[in-house]
């Protein structure tokens, strides 16, 4: 087995368990779909309807709409969409997120939203583990924690977004793996651009301006195929959506905005925040190993930077708790208990439930926990650069494994001994699988 099948597979026991959370998911979908038509509204509104429009050449988009109900609001109007009750799903995705989900426009619905629902469970968990997750009891946590099931029960795109961030990760050195990743997740949600400006702050350059010529070469491409029908308008459909919406959502300009601030003072505030977010994501990515926080820390001014936030957006969140604790710790209850949390806040506080400030200030605080505790965590250590030279193997010497499970004893044929787990080498920063011999030279064996 190759890199990217151990990165994605990792054995069996997880994979089993993500077969069944999967199948699990895919048939309360299917369910739901039958009986309430209301469930998965993000997927049919964002790419399954859309997908229809495009088979029979109709625009996928409803500029109009929007504007519409942004003119409504505008004349001191209830529009739709303004508040909880009366949500709608229309697709804000360029035109090349939405063209690469069109085949499944092809299927019935329900069909189409089962096979969405269980690809995304598989995306989320193939994307901790790309992160360093190696502990079932943090994918079933995740898989558990609100964010992600509320995502799931509305399709929301989130997990794809964990995955891109895991593929980029994972394949950090490379050039054209995190380059695509990054430019794809960039691509399906636009705020995660603090992604792409990690490639910057860590000095890969050549993978940046490849992220870049793959993201302009796709929205290019992308509207061609679609003869450019609403790209003049859609800048606008942007904005008049993010009008619209703003006052039901969980950013930091939500709370700015309820203390009294303009939206555009806490647009660009916020914004500001998440600029210095990545400073201090430049600062730490220059001590050993201090790119697994600047990492963390660009999600996180992701989060922090846009305007629009909703509870399902929050799974990302996952991805700076996996990087800096991939074995469980207290850190990984956070998003499992925000419900809780918010609960308590809308009983004890006088008129919280019907002020989304308050949920906006819990989730606030919870993203500012994690960004102190990604701060203070102490960076990986380097074992290829900081042990003794007798006290690993290395890489340009042939390697044996040997001796009895569950731990062995790897030896460079020189006399120097380690002691690792028996499914995994760890040296530095990789963890490298035993069956994946020419990584450790012909000289490995089992």
């Known amino acids: 087995m190759g890199p990217l099948g151990y990165g994605l597979v990792g054995g069996r026991k997880w994979c089993w368990i993500a077969a069944q959370l999967s199948v699990l998911a895919a048939l309360i979908i299917v369910y739901a779909v039958a009986h309430h038509g209301s469930v998965v509204i993000d997927f049919k509104g964002g790419f399954y309807d859309s997908g229809r429009a495009i088979l029979t050449d109709h625009n996928p988009y409803h500029a109009g709409f929007l504007a519409h109900q942004a003119q409504v609001m505008r004349s001191g109007g209830v529009a ?97 793996r995190p380059a695509v990743a990054i430019a794809g997740v960039v691509l399906l949600k636009l705020f995660p651009w603090p992604l792409a400006a990690w490639l910057l702050i860590t000095k890969r350059w050549r993978a940046f301006l490849a992220a870049a010529a793959i993201g302009l070469i796709a929205v290019i491409a992308g509207w061609a195929l679609l003869g450019f029908e609403g790209m003049a308008q859609y800048p606008q459909m942007l904005a008049n959506a993010s009008y619209i919406q703003e006052g039901r959502t969980l950013s930091l300009v939500k709370i700015l905005t309820a203390i009294g601030m303009s939206t555009d003072a806490a647009t660009a505030l916020a914004i500001l925040s998440a600029l210095v977010v990545l400073g201090v994501s430049w600062q730490l990515a220059r001590r050993p190993d201090g790119e697994r926080q600047a990492f963390a820390l660009a999600m996180l001014a992701a989060l922090i930077g846009t305007p629009i936030v909703w509870t399902h957006d929050l799974v990302l969140l996952l991805v700076p708790i996996a990087l800096i604790s991939p074995r469980l710790s207290p850190i990984w209850f956070l998003p499992l208990l925000s419900p809780v949390l918010v609960g308590l806040v809308e009983s004890f506080v006088p008129g919280a439930n019907q002020n989304a400030a308050y949920p906006a200030a819990v989730w606030l605080a919870i993203e500012l926990i994690v960004g ?25 010497k042939p390697c044996v494994v040997a001796g009895p499970s569950p731990r062995s004893v790897v030896t460079d044929g020189l006399g120097s001994r380690a002691r690792v787990d028996r499914k995994d080498v760890v040296i530095g920063d990789a963890h490298v699988s035993s069956h994946d011999r020419h990584l450790l030279g012909t000289g490995l064996r089992n």
């Open 80 to 176: 739709i969409g303004e508040n909880n009750g009366s949500a709608f799903s229309v697709s804000l995705y360029p035109a090349a997120t939405i063209l690469t989900l069109v085949p499944l426009s092809l299927l019935p619905f329900s069909v189409a939203a089962a096979i969405y629902t269980l690809l995304s469970v598989l995306a989320l968990i193939a994307g901790l583990r790309l992160l360093g997750v190696r502990d079932n009891r943090c994918l079933m946590i995740a898989v558990g924690s609100w964010p992600f099931l509320f995502g799931v029960l509305l399709g929301a795109v989130g997990p794809w977004v964990v995955l891109g961030a895991g593929i980029a990760w994972r394949w950090r050195d490379r050039l054209w």
């Open 372 to 396: 102190v505790v990604v701060y203070r965590s102490n960076p990986k250590p380097n074992l290829a650069a900081s042990a003794k030279p007798d006290s690993v193997p290395h890489l340009d």
